[in-house]
């Protein structure tokens, strides 16, 4: 019998990491995970402890990864701290894993003839002038603002993956990431879901930055690795939006989360963030046409099970 394909994928023990590493699994692939643990635990491949096809490296892919060996079909880079508390608590950690990181990711892959992943971000666009935003807007960052540490990282991250293509041949496919949602989420990783959701469930008031007019859009973990997993079996090297164009206000979240959870904890306002974007809506025009994917979890059904998995947790 053939052996399986082979994957490495970089970030194993974070949240979307770990979802892909089951979903490799589940089609048969084996799976090298690699994590630092800066903000991937181990927790969330536990359930893998034993599994004949998955291997576990501890290790920093901003150091080579020559210990890697063997055949490799697919390289996967989703090491990143991907919430400002983790990024302003890293942030030459979150500079470097974009830039040294990838080029270690990609290096692999040029070695090994593999595909490489590159998983991007919606932050790439910043606060946006354009909305819904296209895979063909340049976007709004400020470098030199607070976020830039993420948001710069990941714009150099995609420009050195064209680099490898364009000059050195690897192919290679962007997502470029939007909020995503669902079970292995931290609690404390500051992002508006397990945070307005672990504040109800515990009967905290629910913290909302601004006036709570800024705009989101949420897309269900399970539909993010059925994008990704399409775009990798794709030919399309530019890049593509992975997310829900369902978007809603920050108060119509809270709201939410407060009749889902059954809850009626007060709301609690403090001042925005420095940068933080205004609006966020993908538009997934290109995705549909290239890969034939759109969301299927709707934003209830989607909350449901995670709030389910939050409250076994607080």
């Known amino acids: 019998m053939a052996e399986p394909k082979r994957a490495v994928i970089l970030g194993a023990a974070g949240f979307i990491g770990s979802h892909l590493v089951d979903r490799f699994l589940a089609e048969g692939w084996s799976v090298v995970g690699v994590d630092n643990l800066i903000t991937g635990t181990r927790r969330n491949l536990e359930h893998l402890e034993g599994h004949a096809r998955f291997d576990f490296v501890e290790a920093d892919v901003c150091q080579p990864l020559g210990f890697v060996s063997g055949p490799v079909d697919a390289v996967l880079d989703f ?173 119509e979240f809270a709201e939410a989360v407060r009749r889902m959870v059954n809850s009626r904890v007060p709301l609690e306002y403090r001042p925005l963030p420095e940068d933080d974007p205004r609006v966020r809506r993908p538009d997934i025009a290109r995705a549909r046409e290239v890969l034939g994917w759109e969301p299927r979890v709707g934003f209830e059904e989607g909350m449901r099970r995670t709030i389910a998995w939050f409250r076994e947790r607080v």
């Not at 950690?93 to 998983?119: C, I, M, Q, Y």
């Not at 905290?204 to 399409?230: A, L």
């Open 79 to 251: 090491a990143s701290p991907a919430s400002p508390i983790d990024y302003l608590k890293h942030p030459f950690e979150t500079l470097h894993v974009g830039s040294h990181g990838v080029e270690n990711a990609l290096l692999l892959a040029e070695r090994t003839g593999a595909v490489f992943v590159l998983s991007s971000t919606s932050e790439v666009y910043g606060d946006p002038l354009e909305h819904p935003q296209r895979e063909s807007y340049w976007g709004n960052v400020n470098p030199v603002g607070p976020r830039a540490v993420y948001d710069e990282a990941k714009r150099f991250a995609e420009a050195i993956t064209m680099a490898f293509r364009r000059y050195r041949g690897v192919q290679v496919r962007i997502a470029r990431i939007f909020n995503t949602y669902g079970p292995r989420m931290r609690l404390d990783d500051g992002r508006v879901v397990p945070t307005f959701v672990g504040q109800a469930l515990r009967g905290e008031p629910i913290t909302i930055y601004g006036d709570g007019t800024q705009t989101r859009s949420f897309c269900y973990v399970e539909d993010n690795v059925e994008g990704i997993w399409r775009l990798l079996a794709s030919t399309y090297a530019e890049p593509v939006n992975i997310g829900n164009p369902h978007e809603m206000t920050i108060l």
